[in-house]
């Protein structure tokens, strides 16, 4: 038995190679290192007085820049170091070792005999334990004649060429050759009815050529190409059985599964995507294949599949084309289902990396870039419809009304200067164009608005006055007008945007500008808080040091308490916990105690709602009875089991079979293992597992089953613990957690006297996970059978 492991580690420095090669030759160990230079050099074996060699020294005349590491792999153990003379290789051995010259080339000389040379380009050192593998020196005989006749030897076999199978090449004919070339043009050219014509020719006329994978290989790409999906599905069998190790598999499984899918033959679809994705994963088809996967799985009504496929592909891919279908597809996904922003960032993916992809999809982009427009995102509309321009010809068909679609959608993006720009050059290439009057009507309200109010022209105005003027007097005046115009009409952050201009407005000539920007951050502030938008609110706030009236305290706290700013909320809470209101002051202390918790001050939580369940006897407000929750969630922080007990028999009368509470139920259970309090235990797992089944959410399943089954056990209730683990038959678990739950079934089986139930119960945990300490237990449980 012989095999081989490579390792090269290359010196290009000084024309220097040095390779070694690991194998095996009867079970014994061997290296070879091979010592390749440019020009001829020598190696001196070291001999102990035994005849062993003991060390190599293998001179050069000129060093590199750099030594490589140390090299040692058990046999060999290889060395360099510079010296006055140049650079030596010194190689020791573990065992034995053997150096050879390589002074002869098998394919170009006729006969080779043992030669013993000073010098050579090529060196072979052997490392061995016992025996010197793959050659063999046979000692002269004493009794063989020694004299001066040259003998020539026969010239060494030479096979040549070998197929797929290790059998010699037999080429005859050169026609496949040519046919083969010729086909493999017309592919690159797209011409697929011509790469099945000449690969049909070819197959027909040489059926026996080599090149017969890479010709059924083609027609199946044509097929593809050509939407020919039964024939397609023909010929990706045959190449599928013949063909099982060609690198091209995965390709072929794309392809196959692809045509059952669009033949509508949705599980041979998804037989063969399984193999792709189970088998070629690390293909680059794999991506590709979850492109088709998605389209199968859209077609059939399944978006949220499809949409995770094409996420899946987006995200594996380095192939530009397959980034770009996917993401195309997402952001039409997207869009559909209201997603704007998220949409737009595929589509932008696309624009920076392969703008030219829109023009393959030209019908969808045009539709897609229209949809933008109805979705008021017309900024991304412009970004596909410069793509297509970009690709398009002047003076074709779609070109005057790409340009068209540009003007407008930069004009509604608010792109003004590159507007304009496209408007002119629509009106100088197509004076006499088919949307000359739009575009001229669109080029003078480019800065124009009509309507009752003329705010957009007067902002207009100001603008070109501060542009003009500048920093002059006329241009101050004009960006103090301009702030005071937009104040009026709210646009706040409008305001706060030219904030350091206005700064820059002497203050005594414009007096007002201070309380301008005041007034524009309080009011952004605002709207903020009633947009929801806590953390720029909250930013905002800070930046200015805005005190707002205690009115929007409700506000503030909230959004503090959504962006975990717990000290600010509770500064805000503590204001409010003496209210001359009963009502007010409870709300404010429960969410001072909310505070309180997410600071991880629990036990100042608990006081506080203490106080808090005082209040609410006096004045009942069911809506804070979620103090109980927050409470019970505190003792659990702070291992208060009587704490937890008190608190969970007020939420179960508060909030009846509540699946909010299901983690704290669990809790129970839990704490009753804790306290070996099987009561508790079962109560509790009784409720989660109602909640569970009433939710039809198995969020604490299998553990809850187990845990009950076992309570259940400790009692000698062995039915009612046999019955709760069967209600895990329809539950979906991991094979780990099925070998125990039929390994517990049997082994309560198996203690009932049930035999046959209880052997088929261990069979079901064996072949649920036999490699589990389960599955092992099972085992030897039917062992005793």
């Not at 050879?100 to 052997?126: C, G, R």
């Not at 957009?456 to 603008?463: A, F, L, Q, V």
């Amino acid at each position: 038995m012989r095999y081989w492991i490579a390792l090269c580690l290359c010196l290009p420095l000084f024309g220097l190679e040095l390779s070694i090669q690991s194998g095996k030759e009867e079970g014994e160990k061997f290296s070879i290192l091979h010592l390749r230079h440019t020009a001829p050099f020598a190696c001196q074996p070291t001999n102990n007085e035994f005849g062993d060699t003991k060390r190599i020294d293998c001179r050069f005349p000129i060093a590199p820049k750099q030594n490589f590491s140390p090299i040692d792999n058990g046999l060999l153990s290889i060395t360099s170091s510079k010296t006055s003379q140049g650079y030596v290789i010194t190689i020791l051995p573990k065992s034995k070792m053997k150096l050879m010259p390589v002074v002869f080339d098998l394919k170009k000389e006729s006969q080779s005999y043992q030669s013993n040379v000073e010098k050579a380009t090529h060196w072979n050192i052997i490392g061995y334990h016992q025996t010197l593998p793959l050659v063999n020196f046979a000692k002269p005989s004493p009794l063989a004649v020694n004299f001066p006749i040259k003998v020539n030897k026969n010239t060494p076999p030479f096979v040549g060429g070998l197929d797929l199978k290790g059998n010699p090449i037999k080429i005859r004919r050169v026609q496949d050759v040519t046919d083969y070339m010729e086909m493999k043009k017309a592919y690159a050219a797209k011409d697929y009815n011509k790469v099945l014509d000449r690969a049909e020719n070819t197959l027909k006329e040489y059926p026996n050529t080599v090149f017969k994978n890479e010709l059924m290989l083609y027609q199946i790409r044509s097929y593809h190409h050509l939407g020919e999906f039964e024939k397609l599905l023909a010929l990706s069998k045959r190449f599928l059985r013949e063909y099982s190790a060609d690198p091209s598999i995965a390709e072929v499984l794309t392809y196959t599964a692809n045509a059952y899918s669009k033949i509508g033959q949705i599980l041979d679809a998804d037989y063969f995507f399984d193999r792709l994705f189970d088998e070629q994963m690390d293909s680059p088809f794999a991506a590709l294949g979850m492109v088709y996967k998605a389209e199968q799985s859209e077609t059939s009504g399944d978006l949220k599949k499809a949409m995770m496929f094409y996420q899946k592909a987006l995200a594996s891919t380095s192939d530009i084309a397959i980034a770009s279908k996917a993401a195309f597809k997402l952001a039409q996904m997207e869009l559909v289902g209201g997603n704007i922003k998220k949409a737009a960032e595929y589509i932008d993916k696309i624009a920076g990396v392969n703008p030219s992809y829109f023009a393959e999809v030209y019908e969808d982009a045009m539709a897609l870039a229209e949809a933008f427009v109805e979705k008021k995102d017309p900024k991304t509309a412009a970004r596909i419809t410069e793509s297509l321009l970009n690709k398009m010809e002047k003076k074709s068909e779609n070109h005057q009304l790409l340009l068209r679609n540009l003007g407008l959608q930069l004009a509604k993006s608010e792109k003004r200067t590159e507007a304009l720009k496209r408007f002119n050059e629509y009106l100088d290439t197509y004076q006499f164009g088919e949307y000359v009057e739009e575009i001229r009507r669109a080029k003078d309200g480019l800065f124009f608005e009509d309507g009752d109010k003329n705010t957009t022209k007067e902002i207009k105005k100001y603008n070109d006055l501060i542009e003009r003027y500048g920093e002059d007097s006329v241009g101050r005046k004009a960006l103090y007008k301009k702030a005071q115009l937009l104040l009026k009409e709210k646009k706040y952050k409008d305001i706060l945007n030219i904030e350091s201009e206005l700064y820059r407005l002497d203050s005594t000539e414009y007096p007002e500008t201070n309380s301008l920007i005041a007034k524009s951050a309080i009011g952004l502030e605002k709207e903020l808080l009633k947009e929801g938008k806590c953390t720029e609110a909250l930013s905002l706030q800070k930046m200015y040091k805005i005190k707002l009236l205690s009115e929007w305290d409700e506000a503030l706290f909230n959004c503090a308490l959504k962006t975990t700013q717990y000290a600010t909320a509770k500064k805000i809470a503590q204001k409010h916990l003496k209210a001359k209101s009963l009502s007010e002051r409870q709300v404010w202390l429960s969410r001072m105690v909310k505070t309180q918790f997410g600071l991880g001050e629990y036990k100042a939580a608990i006081k506080g709602g203490e106080e808090l369940i005082t209040l609410l006897e006096v004045e009942k407000n069911p809506p804070l009875n979620d103090i109980y929750r927050t409470m019970f969630d505190a003792a659990q922080r702070i291992g208060d089991s009587e704490g937890m007990i008190r608190q969970i028999k007020l939420i179960e009368d508060a909030y009846p079979n509540d699946f909010k509470d299901i983690e704290r139920y669990t809790q129970m259970v839990s704490l009753g293992l804790k306290r070996k309090d099987e009561a508790m235990v079962q109560t509790y797992s009784r409720k989660v597992m109602a909640l569970q089944v009433r939710t039809k959410t198995y969020t604490q399943s299998p553990y809850i089953e187990f845990t009950l089954a076992q309570s259940y056990q400790n009692l000698g209730k062995d039915t009612e613990a046999l019955k709760v683990l069967k209600t895990l038959n329809t539950r979906k678990m991991t094979n780990e957690k099925r070998a125990r739950q039929q390994y517990l079934i049997g082994a309560i089986e198996q203690k009932a006297g049930r035999k046959r139930e209880a052997r088929d119960a261990f069979n079901a945990s064996i072949k649920a996970d036999k490699n589990s300490a389960w599955g092992k237990l099972a085992n030897d449980a039917l062992a005793l059978f």
